[in-house]
Nanobody
Framework: VQLQASGGGLVQAGDSLRLSCKTQ????????MGWFRQAPGKEREFVGC????????WYSESVKGRFTISRDNADNTVYLQMNNLNLEDTAVYFC???????????????????WGQGTQVTVSS
């Protein structure tokens, strides 16, 4: 199983980007699909995730109201729509699949057992 993340780029503050994460290989049935990010010199942090069974989504406080996670089951793809980007959103963004733990653990990176390669998002002023 591979997770292929794409869609990153260089944008200006206030712009929008949509990241994609496509699952390739066998079909996963995860508890949650998550997005994390890691800025230079910082730890990887939770951005948001979606429950595969209920489609409920959770977000970190720093992105709530600006970012939205959606999915296309037919295409095995999860999206992260990012609006009103700011300088603090600059990071490498990773998608991940959690097939072992329930949604109570969805904000924790170690709950995820499959990871994409990351895509760089750079926001300039």
């Amino acid at each position: 199983v591979q997770l292929q993340a794409s869609g990153g780029g260089l944008v200006q503050a206030g712009d929008s980007l949509r990241l994609s994460c496509k699952t390739q290989g066998r079909t996963l049935d995860p508890y949650t699909m998550g997005w994390f990010r890691q800025a230079p010199g910082k730890e990887r942090e939770f951005v948001g995730c979606v429950s595969w069974s209920t489609n409920a989504a959770w977000y970190s406080e720093s992105v709530k109201g600006r970012f939205t996670i959606s999915r296309d089951n037919a295409d095995n793809t999860v999206y992260l729509q990012m609006n009103n980007l700011n300088l603090e959103d600059t990071a490498v963004y990773f998608c991940a699949a959690n097939t072992r733990y329930g949604s109570d653990w969805a904000r924790i990176a170690t709950s995820y057992d499959y990871w994409g390669q990351g895509t760089q998002v750079t926001v300039s002023s």
